[in-house]
């Protein structure tokens, strides 16, 4: 029985070994013509693409030069139009007292609001950003050694500017 089993495994093998390689191995190669690649029509169609292109580079270039001080395409300026030049009478001249300086805005920004609800009531933080970091304060503290918070309602933060003495308002955008 084991030569039987033998046998018959040999044959079969055999068999699925030959139609594996009657698959692989085709014998149409007699048959088969050769692809020929033909060179003229490939020059033909590059020289064709290539006077199409400069053909669209010279429709491209513009044929009038611009004007040099022209318009900012990125700003938007509504001038008035233009009155007869009138005869203004000489300015009085002015006070030599300096204008009253303006603080200039903190570097501050106020990211947000939270709030707490406490038995005492509602306590609120300030969420402030500046100075490259990130600041929470409550009433009374001080952010960068420069300024106090004063006071902090639903959107508005009150600051006051130690180095100024003035007061800051800040409001959620």
Known sequence: MNVKRTAT?????GA?????YAGATSGNRDRAEPFAITAAAIDSRGAALAGEIARLHERLRPSVMPRQPG??????????????AAVMPPAAPSP?????ARP????LQLSGITE?????GVVRTAILSGFGELF???????IAQRFRVEKISTDVVELFDLMLDATVRLALR
């Not at 495994?9 to 093998?13: A, C, N, Q, Y």
């Not at 318009?71 to 007869?84: E, K, Q």
Request: aromatic share 8%.
């Open 9 to 13: 495994i040999v044959v079969v093998g």
């Open 96 to 100: 030599l007292t300096d204008p009253i």
């Open 71 to 84: 318009r900012d395409l990125f700003s938007f300026v509504s001038r008035a139009p233009r009155a007869a």
């Open 104 to 107: 200039a805005p903190p570097a």
């Open 136 to 142: 929470v304060a409550r009433e009374g503290e001080t």
């Open 116 to 120: 707490d609800a406490t038995p005492d």
């Open 16 to 20: 699925f070994g030959a139609w594996l």
